[in-house]
T-cell receptor, first 113, second 115 residues
């Protein structure tokens, strides 16, 4: 069975600092990997996705993620965090049917001024 | 603009009542999904449908029912059999399964509270 672990429930960073959110997955085949962001009381918005090819993927809002098969990880990064990045972030793994992805429990990001 | 519309945004239900959450999409997607989200937890799949007039149970289907009579619409009914229905419900859609390499598009959610 596929699963996703986001080890950090809550992360606080200062505005302008770099950010890395961790995601580890368990999947029996080549995974399809996603990062979504959710603002309070809102739906999820896709930040980026990995299906194949270059293991470093670029997304919206200046985010990037790196797929490391050997570590079963798909960590999300941003070089300089803005106050508007404060939100909850979800990593997901799927088999291509994107809506049936398995989601992690999320990481809440707080940005200090 | 294309997208997914969920209504209402907030819904209050009395114990023992059934309630129906609406989800409409104009993205021409074949597949639609319902998720439940509880505080501190990820999304859990309730039901999904890959084509009109067909749907399958997800991981937590007990106490819920759906229909898919039109491609654009996938309403979710929370029945009185659902023991703990207070949650945030998210509807999503995606291109059909055979069209891989795509992502899910989400609505803005409905917050259901049992009073």
């Amino acid at each position: 069975a596929q699963s996703v672990t986001q080890p950090d429930i809550h992360i606080t960073v200062s505005e302008g600092a770099s950010l890395e959110l961790r995601c580890n997955y368990s999947y029996g085949a080549t995974p399809y990997l996603f990062w979504y962001v959710q603002s309070p009381g809102q739906g999820l918005q896709l930040l980026l996705k990995y299906f194949s090819g270059d293991t470093l993927v670029q997304g919206i809002k200046g985010f990037e993620a790196e797929f490391k098969r050997s570590q079963s990880s798909f960590n999300l990064r941003k070089p300089s965090v803005h106050w508007s990045d404060a939100a909850e972030y979800f990593c997901a793994v799927g088999a291509g049917n994107a809506g049936k992805s398995t989601f992690g429990d999320g990481t809440t990001l707080t940005v200090k001024p | 603009d294309g997208g997914i519309t969920q209504s209402p945004k907030y819904l209050f239900r009395k114990e023992g009542q059934n309630v129906t959450l609406s989800c409409e999409q104009n993205l021409n997607h074949d597949a639609m999904y319902w998720y439940r989200q509880d505080p501190g937890q990820g999304l859990r799949l309730i039901y999904y449908s890959q084509i009109v007039n067909d749907f399958q149970k997800g991981d937590i289907a007990e106490g819920y029912s759906v229909s898919r009579e039109k491609k654009e619409s996938f309403p979710l009914t929370v029945t009185s059999a659902q023991k703990n229905p207070t949650a945030f419900y998210l509807c999503a859609s995606s291109k059909p399964n055979k069209a891989v390499n795509t992502e899910a598009f989400f609505g803005q959610g409905t917050r259901l509270t049992v009073v």
